[in-house]
């Protein structure tokens, strides 16, 4: 049957528009089945759409089947009665002249005369021209001959039903029956069959061939407009599925869209609430939340502009005083030859414990401020490779006390890159301070490279090391890797924090190897375009084995120790 | 000649010591603890510089710089506890000469006071010639043509310092140690600042500056002579 295709026909034809509204472009055929797929997943409209489309033409082909046939067969039981009334007809009228015409016994002329004056009346009577009859009893020699018109064909009779006519004389017999058709092919047709009774002669079958092309064509039409329907049925309720869907999904995907803004940090979009249904009750509840989630980080903005404030304050009421202190310490201290040896000592313990107290709260304001999140770099483009050759330049002097040797490798980073030089300058400066502290004499190589992302300094040194506990620990506050060390550089215990807090603020990495007995490798790496760190640090962490003959290959290279002195163009 | 120095703190203790510290030195000291008498103080005290603490009670530190500045080319150095860098840029622009942080010590004090206050550099002509600019060295005067341009006497060292060595490029540490007398790394914004400061009074179109240019990654430059 056609109907089976037909009514797959329009699921098909939605899939290609959604596809080709979806993913334009008819060329992406191979994509489709993923397309497809994904549209499946990802779109409610389109999937339910699709179900919809699916169960309303399943029903739909049902429904059209049903009244296909309920309708054929209605349709061909009342041709049928039709057909029957008429042959009974037109059989009668032939019987009753039959019956009353007088004829000669015996007369083969007149019984023709009158078979074919009886042949007219049933052609006129009978609304079928395709007559046929023939003699049961063919004893009688003057009976008149079988005759057929209209092209009646006698196979078209079958033996039972010739038989079943025989038999009796009253009933009617019916058959359907395939007629020839006048484009050579057949069409469906009913045969009717019955006894004409020639007085004297004997009986005769009669039989009516009525074509049924007309009922058939009714029916052909009926089906097609029934499957037409049936198809535009389930197009149109796809259709009504995708509008009505989309006024579920448009407040959703909404809803979607302005959580993702909200989410963005854009607190103050809220959905539009209309009406009173559940999507109203959505919105509002999503509003209600929206609500909720800006006045709690308003709070906590708040609070971290109370605690910003609050350092500030502090800073300036701490360091007023402090000024005053030191001041007058260092007023003191500079008089302290003329003081006793105990008061002198007093003044100098007080004048280093000033200065020292100084640096812990510098250092306590700075990382309460990256805590606050309020520190602001200022970029100026910086040679990474002169920023360090200042550094160890200003540096000299503590490196010479404790006897140590800093040498700088180079490679690269001498191409100016964004960064805060100070805080760059300040993180170099610590790095190299805690080597040469804990250096053990040994010199320190400080290497500076560059790759296409990033620029890179590694400060080595060859002391005591750490174990792997103590440098997973070495970015913490207040932490200390061995408590009973003396200190010899004043330091506060937040340096390697402030310069982790730097290094990130810059979306660059401070990282640290470190051995027990073969010393530490701290690198610090910066991106270059002020982006993130995609790859790998231009200088590797962990030390190449046969570390030593590298640095012995290393020639020392002379640092100049005037820092102000300026440079040649790089 | 003892110098006079204006102590604007509205802290009593830090200004007494600092009036200590600046005796000791040998200046001359007057006080203020007032944002809202500083600039009749200066009027009356009629000093050599003036130490302006940026956190005062009735008007702020800031806003006594700038009216101070709109009368007068006087060296103002600021005393700030605050190291944001907004704060002291602020301070900057408003026409401080330089600033130093709290604490600091005594001997970093008088160092920059005494830089703010040592006489004129001696340059070796009368008259130097920067971009269409005249400047007379010892009549401490710059004129474009016949009009002369009112700068403070940092602005004017700034711009000497550029216009005796036409031929040099200045980097920014370079002036910070020629003009503010720093011998160590110190904020390059301050150089920063007051060329913006200097190239306002000076330049025609300080979007387009003619007179004090920019060699981009290394410093500044006289402009060529007209």
């Known amino acids: 049957m056609t109907s089976t295709g037909a009514t797959e026909t329009p699921p098909r034809s939605v899939n290609g528009r959604a596809k080709s509204r979806a993913f334009g472009g008819w060329r992406e055929w191979r994509g489709w089945p993923d397309d497809l797929t994904?549209?499946?997943?990802?779109?409610?409209?389109?999937?339910?759409?699709?179900?919809?489309?699916g169960?309303?033409?399943?029903?739909?082909?049902?429904?059209?089947?049903?009244?296909?046939?309920?309708?054929?067969?209605?349709?061909?039981?009342?041709?049928?009665?039709?057909?029957?009334?008429?042959?009974?007809?037109?059989?009668?009228?032939?019987?009753?002249?039959?019956?009353?015409?007088?004829?000669?016994?015996?007369?083969?002329?007149?019984?023709?005369?009158?078979?074919?004056?009886v042949l007219a009346i049933l052609v006129q009577q009978s609304s079928t021209d395709m007559i046929a009859a023939a003699r049961i009893d063919r004893t009688a020699p003057q009976a008149p001959q079988d005759f057929t018109i209209g092209g009646f064909d006698k196979a078209l009779i079958s033996d039972g039903m010739r038989v079943a006519v025989r038999s009796s004389a009253e009933p009617q017999w019916w058959q359907s029956v395939a007629l020839p058709a006048e484009d050579g092919g057949t069409m469906p047709g009913i045969l009717v069959g019955q006894q004409l009774v020639l007085p004297d002669v004997g009986a005769y079958e009669l039989y009516f061939a009525y074509d049924l092309g007309s009922a058939a064509g009714t029916l052909?039409?009926?089906q097609f407009t029934l499957w037409v329907v049936g198809i535009g049925l389930v197009l149109l309720i796809g259709g009504i599925a995708w509008f009505v869907l989309r006024s579920v999904t448009t407040p959703i995907s909404e809803?979607?869209?302005?959580?993702?803004?909200?989410?963005?940090?854009?607190?103050?979009?809220?959905?539009?609430?209309?009406?009173?249904?559940?999507?109203?009750?959505?919105?509002?509840?999503?509003?209600?939340?929206?609500?909720?989630?800006?006045?709690?980080?308003?709070?906590?903005?708040?609070?971290?502009?109370?605690?910003?404030?609050?350092?500030?304050?502090?800073s300036h009421e701490l360091r007023t005083p402090l000024t005053t202190i030191r001041l007058a310490a260092d007023m003191i201290n500079d008089q302290r030859d003329e003081f006793d040896p105990a008061t002198a000592r007093a003044a100098e313990l007080l004048n280093a414990q000033v200065q020292r107290f100084e640096t812990l709260l510098t250092d306590?304001?700075?990382?309460?401020?990256?805590?606050?999140?309020?520190?602001?770099?200022?970029?100026?483009?910086?040679?990474?490779?002169?920023?360090?050759?200042?550094?160890?330049?200003?540096?000299h002097q503590l490196a010479e006390q404790h006897d140590t040797d800093v040498r700088l490798v180079a490679p690269g980073g001498y191409t100016p890159v964004d960064m805060d030089p100070r805080r760059i300058r300040r993180i170099v400066r610590n790095l190299l301070g805690n080597a040469i502290e804990h250096g053990e004499r040994r010199p320190i190589v400080v290497t500076v490279d560059s790759n296409q992302q990033a620029v890179a300094l590694g400060v080595r040194d060859f002391g005591l090391g750490m174990n792997a506990g103590d440098a997973e620990h070495v970015f913490d506050r207040f932490w200390r890797a061995d408590p009973s060390r003396t200190r010899t550089i004043g330091g506060t215990g937040l340096g390697l924090s402030i310069a982790l807090g730097d290094a990130r603020l810059h979306g660059g990495e401070l990282t640290v190897w470190s051995e027990p007995g073969h010393g530490s490798h701290f690198v610090l790496t910066l991106p270059r375009s002020g982006g993130r760190l995609t790859s790998p640090s231009p200088i590797r962490l962990e030390p190449v084995e046969e570390q030593s003959d590298e640095f012995t290959r290393t020639q020392p290279i002379e640092i100049r120790t005037d820092a102000a002195t300026p440079r040649g163009a790089s | 000649?003892?110098?006079?120095?204006?102590?604007?703190?509205?802290?009593?203790?830090?200004?007494?010591?600092?009036?200590?510290?600046?005796?000791?030195e040998g200046f001359e000291t007057a006080f203020c603890a007032d944002g809202a008498k500083a600039v009749d103080a200066w009027r009356t005290e009629r000093p050599d510089l003036v130490l302006l603490d940026l956190m005062l009670p009735g008007i702020d530190g800031i806003e006594v710089c700038t009216r101070i500045r709109q009368e007068s080319g006087i060296p103002i150095i600021m005393l700030t506890a605050r190291t944001d860098t907004a704060d002291v840029v602020k301070g900057l622009e408003?026409?401080?000469?330089?600033?130093?942080?709290?604490?600091?010590n005594p001997k970093e004090l008088v160092a920059r006071i005494r830089t703010r206050l040592r006489p004129a550099t001696q340059s070796a002509s009368d008259s130097l010639r920067i971009g269409d600019l005249t400047v007379d060295v010892a009549a401490h005067e710059v004129r474009r043509g016949e009009d002369p341009i009112a700068l403070t006497p940092l602005e004017f060292e700034l711009l000497v310092a550029l216009a005796s060595k036409p031929q040099q490029v200045f980097s920014r540490e370079m002036l910070l140690e020629q003009v503010w007398g720093y011998h160590y790394k110190a904020d390059t914004r301050l150089v920063n600042v007051h060329v913006q400061r200097l190239r306002a009074k000076v330049e025609l179109d300080p979007d387009n500056p003619k007179i004090v240019t920019t060699v981009r990654g290394v410093g500044y430059r006289a402009g060529a002579v007209v």
């Open chain 2, 94 to 104: 408003s026409g401080a000469d330089d600033y130093i942080v709290k604490p600091f």
């Open chain 1, 364 to 395: 306590l304001l700075e990382i309460s401020r990256y805590d606050a999140g309020s520190v602001q770099l200022e970029l100026e483009p910086t040679s990474l490779a002169h920023l360090a050759e200042d550094v160890i330049a200003s540096m």
């Open chain 1, 38 to 53: 994904r549209l499946w997943r990802r779109s409610l409209r389109f999937r339910i759409v699709l179900v919809t489309l």
């Open chain 1, 55 to 117: 169960l309303t033409a399943a029903a739909v082909l049902v429904a059209c089947v049903w009244m296909a046939l309920v309708i054929q067969n209605d349709l061909f039981v009342s041709r049928k009665e039709q057909v029957l009334g008429d042959a009974r007809r037109a059989t009668s009228a032939a019987q009753e002249t039959l019956d009353n015409a007088a004829v000669q016994t015996g007369d083969s002329v007149q019984l023709q005369t009158l078979m074919n004056s």
């Open chain 2, 1 to 24: 000649m003892t110098s006079r120095i204006l102590v604007v703190d509205d802290d009593t203790a830090l200004a007494e010591m600092i009036g200590i510290v600046l005796r000791t």
């Open chain 1, 220 to 222: 052909g039409f009926i």
């Open chain 1, 255 to 314: 809803a979607a869209q302005t959580s993702e803004r909200l989410a963005a940090g854009q607190l103050t979009v809220r959905i539009p609430v209309r009406g009173e249904d559940e999507l109203a009750t959505l919105g509002r509840s999503f509003n209600a939340m929206a609500d909720s989630i800006e006045s709690q980080i308003k709070e906590l903005a708040e609070l971290s502009l109370v605690q910003q404030r609050f350092v500030s304050d502090v």
